[in-house]
């Protein structure tokens, strides 16, 4: 007699067991990602209090223009602790999602602001040169001594979403968002977000 009732009672379980482990992983997922992107975020660099997200495209020209302009200011900042900066690679373009999964596979193998800069410039060449195939990327990201450690980026995708349509409402690039305590500025084109970068090293520098 006990054991269509406990046969009946179990049913319940498989229904439950499921949606249980599905929430669980949903907001560990989320948990994980918030804790990445404070902490020890791939894209992000630097323990400032001064939050930056720079946005950019590969197959932007004013971007292609704006990175080397940005790179000592970003560097000064960051080695001196007065921002944390996050650079986000932005889909606007036909082939710019490969070029975003790239980058992330090369800062996967080495995370390192300088390194981050020498592989977004390699990585806006080969957009000028039209390299649009992924054998082809590879291979010239390999002839530019950049080596490559795939995972599962689709968190970081996640965030960068996140950031870009949710937070900041970002619709063009170059872009970059400053947050100061309670203050946040967005700044749009290569002169303004250089300004802005020179501004605060100018700021918190003396």
Same mark, same amino acid.
């Given at each position: ?15 439950? @067991? ?63 602790? @007065?921002?944390?900066?996050?650079? @986000? ?39 000028? $040169? ?17 080596? @490559? ?17 949710? $937070? ?39």
């Amino acid at each position: 007699m006990q054991k269509p009732v406990i046969k009946r009672s179990l049913k319940p379980l498989f229904f439950i @067991i499921p949606v249980f482990f599905f929430v669980f992983f949903l907001f560990n997922t989320n948990t994980y990602a918030q804790t990445d992107e404070k902490k020890d975020f791939l894209t992000s660099f630097g323990k400032g209090k001064i939050t930056v997200r720079l946005y950019a495209d590969y197959f932007c020209g004013p971007c292609s223009y704006l990175e080397p302009q940005i790179e000592p200011v970003i560097q000064k900042l960051v080695k001196k602790n @007065i921002v944390n900066v996050t650079f @986000i690679d932005v889909p606007f373009y036909k082939h710019s999602s490969m070029y975003v999964k790239y980058f992330l596979y090369a800062l996967n193998e080495k995370k390192d602001l300088e390194h981050t800069f020498k592989v977004k410039t390699v990585l806006f060449n080969a957009a000028k $040169e039209r390299i649009i195939d992924p054998s082809g990327l590879e291979a010239y990201l390999k002839k530019n001594s950049i080596s @490559i450690k795939p995972f599962d980026e689709k968190y970081i995708y996640d965030v960068f979403e996140r950031f870009m349509n949710r $937070e900041d409402k970002i619709n063009a690039t170059p872009s970059c968002v400053i947050i100061k305590g309670d203050k946040k500025e967005t700044f749009k084109g290569a002169r303004d977000i250089i300004n802005a970068l020179e501004g605060l090293n100018q700021e918190y520098s003396r």
